[in-house]
């Protein structure tokens, strides 16, 4: 575990006496800077950063995310409390495809037999019976429906149903068109239906092993398919396709292109060749206010940067607060995008802070070196050391630590696949606690981390206060451990993309 200082190595001996209570609680004088940073972050001050952030929600429909009145107010919260702590806030706007429902879609079967189908509730513990695809169009129409090649197709091949402008000839202009799953992309699908005249269509799952559920999924981009688009399981795909079947669908939808931000900051001191880069997404989902996911994580950032400024660091802090990565990461892959080579360079390591507060908890340190979960493998060179740090300050303060692998679901996932080392914390989303790790943690097994994981009830009461206390020690102990050290993991070359060859 690398903690030096001055050729030094911090202790675990320092680092609990700084933590002999809670961020924040007495300030002990230590003289390593990393025990110095956990005693002096406030628990306090992040709650109150995350009763603003509530309450610019609730002032803005109750949402935070990107392209929304919420998230632009909420940014404008952000700039100010970092300007009044002494920053120069770079506010890094870029465009984003936006797609909201705008209210429930339907799916009704007028014809032979009556009947309505249930559609997909985003947090559902449930599928529904269909889904409205990501920038599908609005409408509200009725008509025959015409299956467009669904048949099963011959065994170990994939449909191609609907991939080929040929597939519609004589297709009847208003009808509903029914596709299976299959060879190409849904985008693909529904745009050739568009252009034969379809008044909708329903893509369908092919049945297959694994392929029978609900589909969701993404119809290209904003503005390129304004037919309403709906996904839906096989079953419901199979009985459509009977004879004389008639359907009424209806979507109400916005999908466009809109503009959002990201805000960085960095410390006024510490040599910009050795950036140590922290930070947390900033955006909510838009069922929600996004209080645990992921207000948690950026308002104990915020308290931490408002700290770092006052230190004489010698390696860079820069703190950054991600647009837009509840539509795919968005926000930290255009800033890591846009970095040259020797702007990647200075970036040494990455500390991502993600839903840190979870009511359920466990506390999740990201598995550097993939020694604790198989699967997804190892972070770049340099990642297992970042894991040690957060290992060595939950050891230190007697708290149970456990991997988390790197799935690629929160905004680390822009700098592994450039090389950079990177690591952080996660105390559970959706998914249920196992029975061990209610023995080991504490809580309720066979229950997820985040009862409230992407829904309206993600508010101040979704949060576990001492959850969000540890972590902000450990938040504290891994930034200032990496600013002080001499040595800084150096990046990787950015992972070659393969080139196909396919014509």
């Not at 069922?287 to 006052?310: C, F, M, Q, T, V």
């Not at 230190?311 to 795919?328: D, H, K, Q, S, Y």
Request: proline share 7%; hydrophobic share 40%.
């Amino acid at each position: 575990m690398f903690r030096p200082r001055r050729g030094a190595v911090l202790t675990a001996g320092a680092a609990v006496l700084a933590l002999l209570a809670v961020p924040g609680g007495a300030t002990a004088r230590v003289a390593d800077p990393a025990a110095r940073a956990v005693a002096g972050v406030r628990a306090s001050a992040v709650e109150s950063h995350l009763a603003a952030l509530a309450r610019i929600a609730s002032a803005h429909g109750d949402t935070r995310a990107a392209g929304t009145p919420g998230y632009a107010a909420a940014r404008d919260y952000l700039v100010t409390q970092l300007r009044a702590a002494g920053y120069r806030p770079v506010v890094q706007e870029f465009d984003f495809p936006y797609f909201q429902e705008e209210g429930t879609a339907e799916l009704s079967r007028l014809s032979p037999t009556p009947h309505t189908y249930l559609p997909s509730v985003a947090g559902a513990d449930k599928l529904g019976d269909f889904a409205t695809m990501t920038f599908s169009g609005s409408g509200d129409v009725s008509g025959p429906v015409r299956a467009v090649d669904a048949g099963a197709p011959a065994k170990g091949k994939a449909s191609t149903s609907g991939c080929e402008a040929a597939d519609f000839a004589g297709f009847p202009r208003g009808a509903v068109a029914l596709l299976r799953r299959g060879t190409c992309t849904f985008a693909v699908k529904a745009a050739n239906a568009q252009a034969a005249g379809a008044a909708a269509a329903v893509i369908f799952n092919d049945g297959g092993e694994g392929r029978t559920d609900t589909l969701s999924g993404t119809v290209g981009k904003p503005g390129e398919v304004a037919i309403p688009v709906l996904g839906a399981s096989h079953a419901v795909g199979e009985e459509l396709a009977r004879a004389g079947t008639t359907v009424r669908v209806t979507t109400r939808t916005t999908s466009e292109t809109r503009q959002t931000w990201n805000v960085i900051a960095d410390t006024r001191r510490g040599d910009p060749r050795r950036v140590v880069m922290v930070g947390a997404h900033f955006d909510s989902v838009p069922e929600g206010p996004g209080i645990n996911d992921n207000a948690s994580g950026a308002a104990a950032l915020l308290e931490l940067a408002k700290y770092a400024y006052r230190v004489p660091v010698p390696n860079r802090l820069r703190f950054a607060w991600w647009g837009a990565e509840e539509l795919g990461l968005l926000g930290s892959e255009h800033y890591v995008a846009a970095l040259s080579a020797r702007e990647r360079a200075a970036v040494r390591l990455y500390l991502n802070h993600d839903m840190i507060a979870s009511p359920n908890h466990v506390y999740g340190i990201y598995d550097g070196d993939d020694s604790d979960r198989t699967g997804e493998g190892p972070g770049p060179e340099g990642s297992a050391r970042i894991e040690k740090a957060y290992e060595g300050y939950f050891k230190a303060i007697g708290v149970p630590t456990q991997g988390t692998d790197f799935t690629g679901r929160s905004d680390y996932g822009p700098f592994i696949a450039r090389g950079i080392p990177a690591g952080g914390l996660f105390t559970g989303a959706e998914g249920d606690k196992t029975e061990a790790e209610a023995l080991r943690f504490g809580g309720t097994a066979g229950k997820p981390y985040d009862p409230c994981y992407h829904r309206a009830c993600d508010t101040l009461a979704n949060l576990n206060r001492r959850a969000l206390r540890v972590n902000l020690g450990a938040m504290a102990h891994a930034a200032f451990t990496f600013a002080y050290t001499p040595l800084l993991p150096t990046p990787e070359p950015p992972k070659a993309t393969p080139t196909s060859t396919a014509p």
